[in-house]
């Protein structure tokens, strides 16, 4: 009897086991089919950035991100626009941290495995331009950043939340998104990148239009007719002027010099100002007006250091044109290019072109010369660097637009004096001045 009672146990224990064995595993295939087994992933800032090559913070924009980032159940959604380099940094970034291949794919998919998008962590590669998903949740306004004043390189890194409170990651290079800067009035028509190539366009043309109708008749006529009543009011005030001595006319010589140079440097500094759209900060309106100074004067010197180991009387003027240009190209384009200002000799038909070659080559020299000095401190940020970046563009321009071959500019000296030595200054300082503000300015 017993025996029959343990056998019947036994064949009951056996049912039970092999059915445990048929729907247990049968259960979790089902519940597998569901859902994917959790799965995490680090984002470690500091490593995506060098893989990115980014190592300055004003190449840099993070939006919500406090540190480190973890995600859960990841899916990267790589930008059907996504450039090289922005492809090739995150492929270096999984190879230090390796992520499954099957969980990189393109910004066209709408589910994984059978489940929403909604269900995963995100990690978005490119911006706006880049990843059509990207996108599609900035204008749904779960990503908020659609521009960047930064030009390449540069990277943004953004933290946003699904409805469902998953997470959704971007990390893009700048060129992905909208570039802007500065609220210009033909944002909109021009794209911005363009602002300042079209700065040294306009300010290029004008100032030739301007050199072209100062040599027309009407205004010929209108500069001699300027020039007899000018000479009409000197003769009669010749006896008083013979009566003072020659230090007190040269006196009066050097303060009307001085006063133009003032202007000049205020009007440099006030065009600049204009040009960053800067509101009315005192340091930063005082800083443009000292650079703008400084590069007036030494320019001058230049001119000045030579004229006078030739023994050439000159000076500096006033150009009423340059400042209408330089005040039309800061507004329309955030970019000021041209001068208030130009040198001048007191006797031209006397003097040799080769001597007023080298005298006009001499203002350009040394603001060159001065740009590059402040170029080193440019790179190093803060106060110090905010200073070098405006004497270094200050400097830059002066004897950029200076170098032009027309009047009254330097370049039309010393364009007449050598062709060849002219081209050999102006074209390869031009390509470098407009390669600079399409990509750095």
Same mark, same amino acid.
């Given at each position: 009897?017993? %025996?029959?009672?343990?056998?019947?146990?036994?064949?009951?224990?056996?049912?039970?086991?092999?059915?445990?064995?048929?729907?247990?595993?049968?259960?979790?295939?089902?519940?597998?089919?569901?859902e994917q087994v959790q799965y995490n992933y680090n984002l470690n800032i500091d490593q995506v950035l060098n893989c990115y090559g980014i190592s300055n913070d004003e190449k840099l924009v993070?939006?919500? #991100?406090?540190?480190?980032?973890?995600?859960?159940?990841?899916?990267?959604?790589?930008?059907?626009?996504?450039?090289?380099?922005?492809?090739?940094?995150?492929?270096?970034?999984?190879?230090?941290?390796?992520?499954?291949?099957?969980?990189?794919?393109?910004?066209?998919?709408?589910?994984?495995?059978?489940?929403?998008?909604?269900?995963? +962590?995100?990690?978005?590669?490119?911006?706006?331009?880049?990843?059509?998903?990207?996108?599609?949740?900035?204008?749904?306004?779960?990503?908020?950043?659609?521009?960047?004043?930064?030009?390449?390189?540069?990277?943004?890194?953004?933290?946003?939340?699904?409805?469902?409170?998953?997470? #959704?990651?971007?990390?893009?290079?700048?060129?992905?998104?909208?570039?802007?800067?500065?609220?210009?009035?033909?944002?909109?028509?021009?794209?911005?990148?363009?602002?300042?190539?079209a700065a040294i366009a306009t300010g290029m043309g004008l100032g030739a239009i301007g050199a072209f109708l100062g040599g027309t008749g009407a205004v010929i006529t209108l500069k001699r007719?300027?020039?007899?009543?000018?000479?009409?009011?000197?003769?009669?005030?010749?006896?008083?002027?013979?009566?003072?001595?020659?230090?007190?006319?040269?006196?009066?010589?050097?303060?009307?010099?001085?006063?133009?140079?003032?202007?000049?440097?205020?009007?440099?500094?006030?065009?600049?100002?204009?040009?960053?759209?800067?509101?009315?900060?005192? %340091?930063?309106?005082?800083?443009?007006?000292?650079?703008?100074? &400084?590069?007036?004067?030494?320019?001058?010197?230049?001119?000045?250091?030579?004229?006078?180991?030739? +023994?050439? %009387?000159?000076?500096?003027?006033?150009?009423?044109?340059?400042?209408?240009?330089?005040?039309?190209?800061?507004?329309?384009?955030?970019?000021?290019?041209?001068?208030?200002?130009?040198?001048?000799?007191? %006797?031209? +038909?006397?003097?040799?072109?080769?001597?007023?070659?080298?005298?006009?080559?001499?203002?350009?020299?040394?603001?060159?010369?001065?740009?590059?000095?402040?170029?080193?401190?440019?790179?190093?940020?803060?106060?110090?660097?905010?200073?070098?970046?405006?004497?270094?563009?200050?400097?830059?321009?002066?004897?950029?637009?200076? &170098?032009?071959?027309?009047?009254?500019?330097?370049?039309?000296?010393?364009?007449?004096?050598?062709?060849?030595?002219?081209?050999?200054?102006?074209?390869?300082?031009?390509?470098?001045?407009?390669?600079?503000?399409?990509?750095?300015?």
């Amino acid at each position: 009897m017993f %025996d029959m009672v343990g056998m019947r146990s036994g064949r009951v224990l056996l049912l039970v086991l092999m059915l445990l064995i048929i729907f247990v595993p049968a259960a979790a295939v089902a519940q597998l089919a569901g859902e994917q087994v959790q799965y995490n992933y680090n984002l470690n800032i500091d490593q995506v950035l060098n893989c990115y090559g980014i190592s300055n913070d004003e190449k840099l924009v993070l939006i919500n #991100v406090t540190g480190n980032i973890a995600v859960t159940n990841p899916l990267v959604i790589m930008g059907s626009d996504a450039g090289i380099l922005e492809k090739n940094s995150f492929y270096a970034y999984t190879g230090i941290h390796p992520l499954k291949e099957e969980l990189i794919m393109g910004d066209g998919i709408t589910s994984y495995n059978g489940n929403p998008l909604s269900y995963y +962590d995100l990690i978005l590669i490119g911006g706006p331009m880049h990843n059509d998903m990207t996108r599609r949740f900035t204008e749904q306004g779960l990503l908020h950043c659609e521009g960047t004043s930064i030009k390449m390189p540069g990277l943004v890194i953004e933290v946003g939340l699904q409805p469902n409170g998953r997470r #959704v990651i971007v990390i893009g290079d700048v060129s992905g998104y909208a570039y802007h800067k500065k609220d210009l009035p033909l944002n909109g028509i021009l794209p911005e990148t363009l602002a300042p190539a079209a700065a040294i366009a306009t300010g290029m043309g004008l100032g030739a239009i301007g050199a072209f109708l100062g040599g027309t008749g009407a205004v010929i006529t209108l500069k001699r007719t300027a020039r007899r009543y000018l000479s009409g009011f000197l003769n009669a005030h010749a006896a008083e002027a013979a009566t003072e001595t020659g230090t007190a006319f040269a006196s009066r010589s050097l303060a009307r010099e001085v006063l133009v140079l003032l202007a000049c440097a205020i009007l440099l500094g006030a065009t600049f100002v204009i040009a960053d759209r800067l509101s009315l900060q005192p %340091d930063l309106i005082a800083l443009y007006l000292v650079m703008g100074g &400084l590069a007036m004067i030494v320019h001058d010197l230049g001119h000045r250091m030579v004229a006078r180991k030739l +023994d050439v %009387d000159g000076e500096n003027r006033f150009w009423g044109t340059g400042t209408i240009i330089m005040l039309l190209t800061s507004g329309l384009y955030g970019m000021a290019f041209a001068q208030p200002g130009r040198y001048a000799f007191a %006797d031209p +038909d006397d003097l040799d072109i080769r001597d007023k070659g080298f005298i006009m080559m001499a203002g350009p020299a040394v603001s060159m010369l001065f740009a590059i000095l402040f170029l080193p401190f440019a790179l190093i940020g803060g106060v110090a660097g905010q200073v070098a970046v405006a004497g270094f563009t200050m400097n830059l321009m002066t004897a950029i637009y200076n &170098l032009m071959p027309f009047e009254p500019m330097d370049g039309k000296i010393i364009y007449e004096w050598s062709r060849t030595f002219w081209m050999i200054t102006f074209v390869p300082l031009a390509l470098f001045f407009i390669l600079m503000t399409l990509f750095f300015v």
